[in-house]
């Protein structure tokens, strides 16, 4: 079953850049890929047009059965939970602590605050930082910050995960104990997509691997290692 | 909506006060000065109006009626009068109640030469008292044209005085508390520009979470609505303690006046201004973070 679905995906800009064209991806319920390309290739299109803050100029993007060109306005932010999503910079809030900082992500989808004593700190047992829920991110290294934020796009229960550069700020030992994070996220059933420009990971993991050129997918391989593209 | 998410919201907003404090504090300060302002002015028109109202009800149009005229007419014509609406008051002065009157305010000792007389016989009439007196002249053409009126006096310049004062109170009135909701409305605008500018970044995780627009934008109208509503209570506060203070310095260093200058009692005006005040500062504090949430912030 198709977690993700790209029908003929254009899409340009009103400067006329065409940063994706005719784009075709499926990926199923439990995978776990990697998009490999460049910078300007088009994974930041990509990104967007997922998380629907874009629309595609022609095609069918489909996320866990939306059909995101017909999704009414008003439905977006429902659409939402269904992706949780990690950026390179972390993104945490940085006047509230780790507790507050995860908590946060149930607060402002109206979970009820009980419910959110349970589920943050079984999250923040998860990704090892349990005993650390009183620390603001400033006193955490790193690949800490990065756990954070990967119990905040965990703690909904999302049934996709997006990773955008998630080891970009890293240093190689956080580098592979976020991406073993992921992989046991992957193994727990979510779908994981995670947007790299680390070409060891890539290489070690042997996972599929989508590569995207100048908005074209040129590469789709299970089990794939990173392609040169020069 | 969970209770819990009112109450969630509700904390924002007031972090949002906090988080933001030199421009929650500018935006209060003047929303308070405004206010402050507002009640100022709002107690002198009160009280001109208050003045007006007070003199209003002393001017009388008199009816004196032609000679011979039945008992039965007289009381016709006080029916009629009394039937219009603009009339207050009907008083019916006999002319034994006349001379007894003019004797004590102009005579005095001297009337006693006119012992058994009464000058004034035939002067029996009506005082008719108005409660708006711009519409003095309809009535006094009505009474001219009245069987049985022989005379109609009446006070032109006072009434005409009057209703032109509370005219023109009335619209500077108009045109300064104009001017001050609009200044307030721009600051409360500011700062919830402000505010939304600094949490950029809060809100954009926020939208990528899935927070519906309810969520997203009710902390910024909490943050407007506490800054306009705590911006109207605190002056209110200094408005009674200075209209106190002025109602016993002018009672003591203007006590000539005290026919002239009437006073609304504080009581009634704080029951007009604290309502007023308050639903000013909520409204203003409401439309101005509404019409920004609305302008800068696209969930």
Known sequence: MDMITLENVSKSYQTGVAALSDVTLHIQKGEFVFIVGDSGSGKSTLIKLLLRELTPTSGRVIVNNYDLSKLRRRKIAKFRRNIGVVFQDFRLLKDRNVYENVAFAQRVIEVPTRQIRKNVPAMLSLVGLASKYKAKPKQLSGGEQQRVALARALVNNPPILLADEPTGNLDPRNSWEIMKLLEEINKRGTTVLVVTHNREIVNAMRKRVVTVKKGVIISDEEKGEYIDED | ?299
């Open chain 2, 1 to 299: 909506m969970r209770i819990s998410t009112l109450i969630f919201t509700f904390k924002q907003g007031v972090k949002n006060i906090f988080r933001n404090k030199v421009f929650s504090l500018a935006s209060l300060a003047t929303i308070a000065a405004c206010t402050f302002l507002f009640g100022i002015f709002y107690a002198l028109v009160v009280n001109v109006q208050y003045s007006v109202k007070e003199a209003q009800s002393g001017v009388a149009v008199t009816v004196f009626f032609d000679e011979g005229i039945s008992d039965e007419r007289i009381q016709e014509i006080g029916n009629l009068v009394k039937a219009r609406p603009e009339v207050s008051e009907v008083k019916y002065v006999s002319a034994e109640e006349a001379w007894a009157s003019f004797k004590v305010d102009y005579l005095g000792e001297y009337a006693d030469g006119y012992e058994g007389d009464n000058p004034l016989e035939g002067s029996d009439n009506y005082e008719i008292y108005l409660n708006d007196v711009a519409k003095q002249s309809s009535l006094v053409a009505f009474l001219e044209a009245t069987d049985g009126v022989r005379e109609v006096n009446r006070s032109d310049a006072t009434a005409d005085i009057l209703t032109n004062i509370n005219t023109l109170i009335s619209y500077i009135s108009l045109v300064i508390i104009g001017i001050l909701l609009a200044v307030s409305l721009f600051l409360i605008s500011n700062t919830v520009a402000m505010g939304i500018a600094v949490r950029k970044e809060e809100i954009a995780i926020m939208k990528l979470i899935g927070a519906k627009d309810f969520v997203v934008r009710s902390p910024f109208v909490i943050e407007g609505i506490l800054i306009g509503l705590f911006g109207a209570a605190v002056p209110l506060i200094a408005i009674y303690y200075l209209y106190v203070k002025v109602i016993i310095v002018a009672g003591q260093k203007f006590s000539a006046l005290s026919d002239i200058l009437k006073f609304m009692p504080v009581e009634e005006l704080f029951r007009q201004l604290i309502p007023v005040a308050l639903i000013l500062g909520v409204g203003i504090g409401f439309l101005g973070s509404v019409f920004t949430v609305r302008k800068h912030l696209k969930v």
